[in-house]
Every structure is written in C-alpha cells, then in structure tokens.
C-alpha cells in the first residue's frame, strides 16, 4: 500500500465530505471516492479493501445505506488470503480488525 492505514483511512474520510458537500447523494459518493484511488499507481486488493471498510463505516455513521459496498466488501474478502491483508498492513493489522468487526456489526 502506498498509505499507512490511518493516514489511508483520513483521505478516505476526507473525500467522502468533499463529495458530500458537493452534493453527491449515497449511490454517487462511493464510486467518486472509489476513483480517487483505484486508478493509482500500486493500487492493491489490500488497499481496495480497506477504503470499502472506511466507506462502510463513514456511510453508517451518517445513516447511509450502504449494503452495496458491504456486499463489494464481501467479495473481495472472498477474494484475498486474509495472510495477505496481514502481510500488507503488517503492525496496522490490528488496527484493521477492529474497523473490519464494527463493519460487521452493520
């Protein structure tokens, strides 16, 4: 990853409300933040992840649905040896868990 978990984890955040405030409604905000980074350079499955977990956890807080990205969320899981997502965000891991377990209990 090209970011440190937490400092991935501000961008996102900071993103969301810009597009917010520009007035993008649930269904646009995602795959305008989404566009911040996935056309990056060394943009990874790991880092994909974990901007879906930011994006899951912001759209709650607001009382957003956000169903389409738990279930994005989801296949990517799916998709990933969780010794990978270990391996890439290394001492942050923990850090990960517990963001990825208030997700789950969305």
Known sequence: MI???EELK??????????YKMGFDEKQIFPAVLNEYEHGEDFCSVENICV????VLIC??????CNEIIEKLNQLLDGVEENEI?????????????DLSMVRKI
């Open 52 to 55: 879906h977990v930011f994006l």
């Open 10 to 19: 501000e961008c996102v955040e900071e993103d969301f409300e810009r597009f």
């Open 60 to 65: 709650a807080e607001k009382n957003m649905n």
């Open 86 to 98: 270990k391996v890439e965000l290394g001492n942050e891991y923990s850090k990960f868990i517990t």
């Open 3 to 5: 970011f440190e978990y």
